[in-house]
């Protein structure tokens, strides 16, 4: 097993946060073991990580160790008839459907890029953008293996222990590694998704047409123009997809294959995407994203709007892919985004008290992003009947405290509507406005279960830390 005796910088994804940690790398069941072994012989505090794709805190902590698990990435089991597989940790979603996709078969939740790890995505419990449909990744989670600090080994699904099932999926890796996961994917007939883009003036007719295609479509997601004020306030682009069904591809042996799902490698057949981020750095300012996002508005709502097409399902489902190390364009100070979930009664007023903060601070979100929701099972559940607004944010070094300052002022008012919050995107949310979201006994059965689990809090993060355990 490789692991570093020196300390290593390790940072969330978003590259605003990070700490110094001992990085274990294994790649094997024995490579694990041996880790808790050494983790436990030192009394070191231990950080989870996958991919590394939280934006924040969630897969490090300062001067602890760090497991990055993204060597356990063996494909155990694939069942082509059922649609079943078992997979460890470091799997992949992009590994997942490439191996997948030829025989019909696709994940049935995925967020926005293709990088996160299976166990990452089950210890977050991520949505996609048919989470009024299909929910969480957790709900197609049939069972997994979970190993504790101490070295118990553990099998749950919702049959065999569903309260612990139910609370490991999502508690941010505090109880313990997941090793094994189990999960049902989705029967696809096509590589191909059809496509409706739909312009919309402002923030209650963006809302309600999302809210009137949450049932007729698989897909539902919506950008807004964080930028517009007055009456253009939440103005945006929705699009929907759906699947197709069978008979509708003349050629879907064609467009299942894993090579007719790669992103393009260059734009415009000319300029690498690899070096495509340089040429949006001098647009990531504040004139260049208003331009670029009025520019966007007036397109979709033009041009595009109303129109149908159909489009592959990695370029539908994984538009954060399109520009590799898009993210670099926000240093040197990083970015951070902020997700609330607002119950559907209050989402209006809330989203447009947040929009409207963010401009009066100066600070409007370069890249903001609209969801519908339904609840979920999950002890630490974010879901909420209701809609999701994801708000990404540059780091300007100067303004860094004012930045985490207006982060609280845009979540309190998620709190008193009921709402809830996003650990996985998270950097900035203070703890007490987190704990204020969980009202029916959560955060004291999971401390039960901490205690349980993991008697010597072993497991620990700088989000942990932070959200559970900080003021």
């Keep these: 097993m490789e692991w570093a005796q020196r300390l290593q910088w390790v940072e969330g994804w978003g590259m605003a946060v990070g ?69 460890e940790p470091g799997v992949s979603l992009g590994a997942l459907w490439r191996m997948t996709i030829a025989d019909g078969w696709w ?28 929910g969480t990744l957790g709900e197609h989670c049939l069972e997994l293996d979970l190993v504790t600090p101490r070295g118990d080994a553990l099998t749950l699904s919702p049959e065999r222990e569903p309260e612990l099932f139910r609370a490991v999926i999502g508690s941010f890796g505090q109880l313990g590694i997941i090793t094994r996961a189990r999960l049902q994917l989705k029967k696809v007939y096509s590589g191909l998704v059809e496509v409706r883009a739909v312009a919309a003036p402002d923030l209650a007719t963006l809302l309600r047409l999302t809210d009137e295609a949450k049932d007729r479509w698989e897909y539902v997601v919506g950008w807004l123009d964080a930028f517009a004020r007055g009456a253009a306030l939440g103005r945006g682009l929705l699009h929907f997809a759906r699947h ?50 009025l520019a966007k508005y007036l397109s979709g709502s033009t041009l595009g709007n109303r129109k149908t097409y159909r489009q592959s399902l990695a370029a539908f489902s994984f538009l954060l892919d399109y520009v590799p190390d898009w993210k670099k364009v926000y240093l040197p100070g990083g970015l951070i985004q902020h997700q609330s ?73 998620v709190v008193d509507a009921g709402g809830r919050f996003y650990p996985a995107k998270d950097a900035a949310l203070p703890a007490a406005l987190y704990r204020d979201t969980f009202r029916d006994g959560q955060l004291a059965r999971l401390a039960e279960l901490k205690a349980r689990l993991d008697p010597d809090r072993t497991l620990r993060s700088g989000l942990a830390d932070r959200l559970l355990d900080g003021s």
């Design 19 to 87: 700490g110094a940690g001992y990085v274990f790398r294994p790649a094997d069941a024995a490579g694990l073991a041996e880790a808790l072994s050494e983790v436990r012989a030192a009394g070191m505090p231990l950080a989870l990580r996958g991919a590394g794709c939280s934006y924040g805190d969630a897969a490090l902590r300062a001067e602890s160790a760090v497991l990055d698990c993204s060597g356990l990435d063996r494909v155990l089991r694939w069942d082509p008839e059922g649609g079943i597989v078992d997979v």
């Design 107 to 134: 994940p049935p939740v995925v967020t926005g890029t293709m990088a996160p790890t299976i166990g990452g995505a089950l210890a977050m419990n991520v949505h996609g953008k048919n989470n009024w449909v299909r």
């Design 244 to 293: 197709l069904e069978p008979g509708e591809d003349p050629r879907p042996g064609a467009s299942l294959s894993a090579a007719a799902q790669d992103l393009p490698s260059t734009l415009l057949g000319v300029v690498p995407k690899s070096q495509m981020w340089r040429l949006l750095a001098p647009f990531t300012n504040r004139p260049g994203m208003r331009a670029i996002n």
């Design 341 to 413: 979930f607002v119950p559907i009664a209050r989402a209006e007023e809330v989203f447009r008290n947040q929009l409207e903060v963010c401009l009066e601070c100066g600070m409007p979100s370069f890249l903001a992003v609209l969801k519908r929701h339904r609840p979920d099972p999950f002890l630490m559940s974010h879901g909420v009947d209701g809609f999701s607004l994801a708000l990404d944010f540059p780091v300007p070094p100067r303004r860094r405290a004012e930045l985490w300052a207006m982060v609280r002022e845009l979540a309190g008012p």
